[in-house]
């Protein structure tokens, strides 16, 4: 339950307090400041307050905006101010002041006048932004919001209410302005409606999300059937999971339903949906007596190597200053020119298309042609990605700062081994050198696993080098022009390296362990990045110790093939992958379910 505060003198006809109501407030009227204050003292501390002048005339998406969004400690609109439990000192503090200061004379931050309006709201809004509480306000659009002063101004603002459809602006503004040209036009047209009856009905976008993911998983099972009928189903059925998979962002917009809980399922759960269809697809290709294991893992390597490249680039220039490049330039350009963008858009093969792609593949081909397909349609996105971005990063001229540097060395996810070297040589690389040397530690224990008979030392002194190598890559801060490309070679080699020995391991069930261990440390790196992204900081240290680091873990798997026969590698696969899932999942689960997870949504990812 939350309450909101109206205060001054009720309007005649308003229907302010009924449309508080319907959004849950539990409405209380105060004539002045100093009543306000006593009622706002007199809420019990773990409820959301507001703050709504008894003038205010809007529309009702106005008010859901500014008042109940729940990532955000404090937000305002004009004519209203809401505080979460956590902000409500300084929600209180601020009416103090205007309860000591009649008038709105009142003064903030550092004894400068607070704005003068003519709006208890408004005045405790303005005296929250000057003493620092990073007031939200969202974007109203077309949407109204407004105080009047006089029965005129409200006689226009009522008008200009009546000429806008709130409800469509609301299903409008629940689908990302900025999607895939398959999502636009193929799915948003309609999914946004289904947000809509599922909002009418109750229900959440988290079990919007469950739907999405058992559908998807049926699909999986109905592809490792291995017959024509099931791979017609798993198609369809993937479509139906990923319309699911938009209707959950648009209800949480829609409705704006945000969740910890919510967080972390839907950060989880394309991943899952992906990889796990990958595995049905091998598991039908096996059935007909096509082994396309290898394709599988490959596919899942390269797509979240792609991920990676994303969220490093990402990161690295989060905050950066000087933060622009004559590349920059020119694809702003290009993107002004309408055609230009939904190709660019289309081209990086991003969710829509590329699961409608193999949807398509699946149903009307065989598991290796639709895996051929996307290795090399996700190879090509990641060229032409990776491309544009490294000649931004060298043709300008950004400062990094110490938050996207401890960013990219929580992505990078180096182990104790990694940390032992670092002490030991304590110097770093200057410049360009670090995403070569990490590049080329990488190639080296890649390709002495690939290139090498099963069991031979090779690959151990391969991987000693990776060690080396990559150590001196973290061992000062990752602020150059190229730096971010470190964690996706830490990535590339580590699974590259665990792909390259079960392939030449021979033995059946090696392929499928190795899959089922890069899914388990996968999602250990995209946990890693949901939590930064929410500014909870990377797992603890504790967690990146006992499951290795990446370099402690191609190590290991490096020393298992050369010390163990392909039938014993293949069990020890198996046995790291469920140590490794177990350890992060149980901690993953204990964080995004505790209160102190970030309330966000994630909009989801180009690639």
Known sequence: MSTAIVTGQPVPGSSLENDLRSLGFDVRVAADAAETESLLAAVPAGRRVALVDARFVGHLHALRLGLTDPRFPVAAVPGAVTAQPDARPALARAVARETAAPGGTATAGGGAPALAVDSLADRVADALDADGGAVHRPELGSLVAAVPA??????????AVSAVDDEAVRLKSAVKSRDGFFTTFFIS?????????????????????????LTALIAAGCAATGTRGGFVAAGVLLIASFVLDCTDGQLARYALKYSTLGAWLDATFDRAKEYA????????????GDDVWALALGAMILQTCRHVVDFSFTEANHDATANTSPTAALSDKLDSVGWTVWLRRMIVLPIGERWAMIAVLTAVTTPRITFYVLLVGCAFAAAYTTAGRVLRSVTRKARRTDRAAQALADLADPGPLSEAVRRVARR??????????????????????ALTDFGGPLPVAGAVVYVLTSALAVARPLKGALDWLVPPFFRAAEYGTVLALAGKAGVNGALPAAFGLVAAVAYHHYDTVYRIRGSAGAPPAWL?????GHEGRTLLVAVLAAVLTGAQFKVALTVLAVAVALVVLVESIRFWVSAGAPAVHDEGETA
């Open 544 to 548: 990146v110790r006992a499951i290795g």
């Open 277 to 288: 269809y990958y595995a049905g697809l091998a598991l039908g290709a096996a059935r007909g």
């Open 189 to 213: 047209p309609y999914s946004r409606y289904i947000a809509r009856w599922c909002a009418r009905r109750g229900l959440t976008p988290n079990q919007v999300t469950t739907a999405s993911l």
């Open 150 to 159: 006089d029965p005129q101004a409200r006689n226009e603002a009522r008008q």
């Open 428 to 449: 770093g690389l200057p410049g360009l050198a670090v995403p070569a040397v990490a590049l080329l530690g990488g190639a080296a224990v890649v390709a002495c696993s």
